[in-house]
């Protein structure tokens, strides 16, 4: 078995702290949200475009979170209109949760202003260089799935 060095360990936060800050926080405080929403609202709304309707367990587990915690962010969302709750037919204790119309559009332009920018944190980097970091991702990303 492989031992875990304290070097390894300090990588794995590292990085995860560096996303976080790179790509996440520094685009939250940039954007002019609307007040009544926050991060996870909005990580929910871009889980559901990118993977379509999901179970409400499957979202909160995306999320990190309880199900019971999940459901009021479900829920501010539906008095939104961005997201609307169906009962599955085959079998009645699971929901499932899917984008509105509205949701849908307003999903699609906050991945559009962060794709922009994401492009301008990546002007820092040469061709070459974005290609072996987007390489990186993928390659950590599979090797992560493995473990899941």
């Not at 007040?35 to 309707?53: A, D, M, Q």
């Not at 199900?67 to 961005?82: E, R, W």
């Not at 949701?103 to 906050?110: D, L, N, S, W």
């Not at 002007?123 to 072996?132: I, V």
Request: avoid cysteine; hydrophobic fraction near 35%.
């Amino acid at each position: 078995m492989h031992t875990l060095k304290d070097e390894n360990l300090k990588s794995i936060f590292h990085l995860r702290a560096n996303l976080e800050n790179v790509f996440f926080k520094d685009f939250d405080n940039q954007m002019n949200f609307p007040k009544h929403l926050n991060h996870t609202h909005f990580k929910t709304l871009i889980i559901l475009s990118f993977e379509g309707e999901l179970p409400m367990s499957e979202i909160s587990h995306k999320l990190s979170l309880e199900k019971g915690s999940f459901t009021a962010v479900a829920n501010t969302l539906m008095k939104l209109d961005l997201i609307e709750k169906r009962q599955r037919p085959d079998d009645r204790r699971i929901y499932t949760i899917s984008l509105t119309d509205e949701g849908k559009a307003f999903a699609e332009q906050y991945k559009a202003d962060h794709r922009h920018f994401i492009r301008n944190r990546l002007t820092k980097l040469s061709d070459a260089e974005r290609e072996a970091y987007f390489t990186s991702v993928r390659t950590i990303n599979a090797l992560t799935e493995k473990m899941v």
